[in-house]
């Protein structure tokens, strides 16, 4: 065939052509922009590659390496029932995830992990999922090697050993019998310094800051067997719609809410946050920080993605203390303030 002999494209057709090309190279590049960065390799990449089930297999695998956290970087981020993670505690860690939440059930004196009384499990306890790893963790970053010359405690990150984490426990049966055993668990956290606490008049940070919620009582955080008005290593999950002096930052650290609880699941529509609701959220985010509380927003819609992204994002623009995410790898890695341009949605 005579190229020469073949038609031009119509003018309305060529413009079509290109129009096409231009958006398909703008989209190759923003999904680009956000594909997440690849993970760094450290002692808990492979820590994670090795991990079993508590119990599983002898010896067991590590809970630490050298090299630990290396290169990630601390972020207020907050994982909602962690221990139904592949490997619970640690892939948080290794996002630089700062929550970590356990739901506790106290049964015949042992408490179990999960999220109904028919999902415990003999070897997912509180200590063989989270205690005893953490042990580990701090009794290794702490080790003294005859160079380093610091004399505080350090925590679980490399980059900023005084940035602490916050374990939550999310008490599902009675909570005085169920708070008192979680914190007779945490007594050797408590005497080795690693637990943040008030003192009488201030906070004084460690490692490992406890955060009590579900069915922890607020008059047992307060007073009970290990707190009182001179020592409390258990902070409150505060009510976030109903914030008032009696939470400050003596016995509460969290104030949180439910947001489909807040306005409905049918309320919040696929764009996102309404302009009230936003103001609602604004008004509650700074009443929390008046406080000197972090405030926390779960049960967000988890679908579409672009939903759950676009109220992440709101959630961020307003300041809220911690975001709270189900999908840590998205929250965490993924660039979602990308996710929608020009009305597409790239998630």
């Given amino acids: 065939m005579d190229i020469h002999s073949l038609s031009p494209l119509p003018p309305g057709n060529f413009r079509i052509l290109i129009h096409k090309r231009i958006t398909h190279s703008v989209l190759l590049a923003l999904t680009r922009r956000l594909r997440p960065l690849p993970v760094s390799q450290n002692g808990l990449t492979k820590i994670i590659s090795q991990w079993a089930e508590p119990g599983s297999v002898n010896p067991a695998p590590p809970s630490w390496l050298p090299n630990f956290s290396q290169d990630i970087h601390p972020k207020n981020i907050h994982s909602h029932n962690d221990y139904w993670r592949r490997v619970p505690l640690f892939e948080a860690l290794s996002l630089g995830v700062k929550g970590v939440e356990a739901d506790c059930h106290l049964v015949n004196g042992e408490i179990y992990v999960g999220h109904t009384s028919q999902s415990l499990r003999p070897n997912r306890t509180l200590k063989s999922l989270y205690l005893d790893p953490l042990t580990s963790i701090l009794e290794a970053q702490n080790a003294k090697n005859g160079i380093a010359t610091g004399s505080g405690i350090d925590g679980v990150w490399d980059?900023?050993?005084?940035?602490?984490?916050?374990?939550?426990?999310?008490?599902k049966t009675e909570g005085l019998a169920t708070l008192d055993a979680v914190q007779a668990q945490l007594e050797p956290f408590r005497e080795k310094g690693w637990l943040t606490h008030w003192n009488g008049t201030s906070i004084v940070p460690g490692p490992i800051l406890h955060v009590g919620t579900g069915n922890t009582p607020f008059e047992a955080v307060l007073n009970s067997t290990y707190n009182n008005a001179t020592y409390r290593s258990v902070f409150f999950d505060a009510p976030l719609d109903a914030l008032s002096t009696t939470y400050?930052?003596?016995?509460?650290?969290?104030?949180?809410?439910?947001?489909?609880?807040?306005?409905?699941?049918?309320?919040?529509?696929?764009?996102?946050?309404?302009?009230?609701q936003m103001i609602t959220v604004k008004g509650q985010i700074e009443k929390a920080t008046e406080l000197g509380l972090v405030s926390r927003y779960w049960d967000i819609p988890a679908w579409p993605v672009s939903t759950r992204m676009k109220i992440w994002r709101q959630l961020e623009d307003l300041g809220v203390g911690m975001l709270n995410a189900d999908q840590i790898d998205e929250a965490a890695r993924w660039n979602w303030r990308w996710c929608t341009v020009l009305g597409i949605s790239l998630c």
């Fill in 159 to 171: 980059v900023d050993g005084s940035i602490g984490i916050v374990l939550m426990t999310d008490l």
């Fill in 248 to 276: 400050n930052t003596s016995n509460s650290y969290y104030t949180s809410i439910s947001l489909s609880h807040l306005f409905g699941h049918s309320k919040i529509p696929r764009s996102g946050l309404t302009k009230s």
